[in-house]
């Protein structure tokens, strides 16, 4: 009888501890808050690449950013978001945005940009790039913009408000050199990011490579030589400035 009430005994502190231990490892609620909380301070640098070349020189300088500003801490998180892998519409003047008591400064069309525009709304800093089509930046970042900028527009007052205000990066590549170039930059957009967002910084590589080897192709008008002479004296410090552009903005979002 003794032996049982020993052996009963044995087992009901085993499964205590057992339970004990199970409550000690229950690395499933430890690490979920740990990860919450990870999470909550994590910044995130939203990366906007309007180029439809994937890895040439807008690439390259987006790339450099994203490198310099992952270089500062891990609690930055950089998302590169390639527009030309997505199917999206400019404004649709849908005036949704405007309802009254449902205005919204997010578009609220609904297509592949509309969980691109929500991740901005909340994101801690803002890339745009990209090369120079015609004077100005592409279609497709043209596009983008009048989704993200047109719901921060008052027609009641003509403000221009953002969920929040962040800083913001404007890279441009062109063939354009600093004394002679065409670029209008980001154009009238300039003025509705540095309303919304702030004063934007632009960092710009000038006289890029348009094609890696001039002799296969009809592009007379350009001297290789004069080309290679002005990438070789520049395109390493124009990467070193993305590299740095990158590491400040990160610098100053973790220091806020
Ligand atoms: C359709 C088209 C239009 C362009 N228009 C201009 C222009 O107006 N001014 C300029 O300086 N470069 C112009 N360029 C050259 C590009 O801006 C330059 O090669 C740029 O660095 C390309 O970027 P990527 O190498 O990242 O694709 C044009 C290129 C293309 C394809």
Redesign the pocket.
Known sequence: MRKRVFFLFTMVVMALMVGCGNHDKTPASVVDNSKETNTKHMKTIMIIDG???KN??????LQKFAEGASSVSDQIEVKTVRLYDLDYKGCMSCMACKVKGKASNVCKYKDALTPILEEIAQADGLVL????????V?GQMRTFLERLAFPWLSYNDYSLTASKRMPVVLV?????TPER???NGYGSMEHCIAGALGEPERLI???????KDYSRYELAGFSEEAKRQYRDEHWEEDLQRAFEAGRKMAYGIITK
């Open positions: 180029d439809p070349r040439f020189n807008t690439a390259s300088m790039g990209s090369p120079i089509y015609f004077c100005d592409t441009e590549t062109m063939n354009g170039n065409n670029s590589a000038y006289n890029t490579y348009q094609v």
